[in-house]
């Protein structure tokens, strides 16, 4: 049975991935999401074999079937990844409030990843979304009072940011903080609590770090997206809440 549902998590995965990538590069974009996807170099209208998850694309051997052009080799990988670790969600957590976090968590992981880097911008849906599954998730295996205090935990991590990106523009002339890192942040206290997602804000300054590095000695002239590192920052939370708890009262008791 376990095998079974080992097997449907990560069709589940790959199928919701196959998804995200279709939300993550068409809401940007300003195009619908109804009508099927289409070849990027002809236009070609996709049939129904060509839209398996990862099953197309060795298929096709990544090339469009129409026009012979290349496909895009991100797409099965992100399929293939969200598979395995829906998969492993499942297998590590079995039935429970954690299991469905963390399928909520990836999947907020992966959107942001796309549509953060590509076009610099963390789309409203999917952080909306994802609060009210936490919101109910919250309620369905801790009760109503749980519930309202994780409401009220995203309301006090959504002013805590608004406050640093107040300071920042301030400080350094230039948006500090994006409207959808702010929005963002509110699901990070609604996920984790206040003080567990104040660590998730350390922590994914420090994960930014190499990056923002590395785009300032190239000389490069844009802006660090940060929506990718708070969410990879609030899942090691997450994934790791236990092991900061006993951090924290050592830290507290010593
Ligand atoms: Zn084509």
């Not at 990988?77 to 670790?85: A, D, K, N, P, Q």
């Not at 959808?180 to 930014?208: C, N, P, R, W």
Request: charged share 15%; glycine share 8%; with cysteine.
């Amino acid at each position: 049975m376990d095998i079974y549902f080992g097997v449907l998590f990560f069709l589940l995965g790959s199928v919701f991935a196959s998804f995200y990538g279709v939300v993550a590069t068409r809401l940007p974009e300003g195009k619908s999401l109804l009508g099927r996807s289409h070849c990027n170099h002809c236009n070609h209208q996709l049939s129904w074999y060509e839209l398996i998850p990862i099953f197309s694309y060795l298929f096709l051997r990544g090339k469009c079937h129409h026009c012979h052009k290349k496909l895009p080799i991100y797409e099965p990988i992100i399929e293939l990844f969200m598979g395995i670790f829906f998969s492993i969600s499942y297998f590590y957590y079995g039935f429970s409030y954690e299991l469905w976090m963390s399928l909520i968590l990836i999947s907020l992981f992966v959107l942001i990843y796309i549509s953060d880097f590509r076009y610099m911008i963390i789309l409203d849906s999917p952080l909306i979304i994802s609060s009210i599954l936490i919101f109910f998730l919250k309620w369905i295996y801790f009760g109503i009072q749980e519930a309202l205090i994780s409401l009220f935990s995203g309301a006090i991590l959504f002013l805590i940011f608004l406050g640093i990106g107040f300071l920042g523009s301030k400080i350094f002339k230039r948006e500090a903080l994006g409207g959808g890192d702010i929005k963002l942040a509110f699901v990070m206290g609604e996920s984790v609590g206040i003080l567990y997602a104040i660590i998730g804000l350390i922590l994914s300054t420090f994960l930014a770090l190499p990056y923002a590095t590395f785009t300032l000695l190239n000389n490069e002239d844009r802006e660090v997206p940060f929506g990718p590192f708070l969410i990879s920052a609030l899942c090691m939370v997450f994934v790791f809440y236990e092991k900061f708890t006993t951090i924290l009262k050592f830290i507290m008791f010593h």
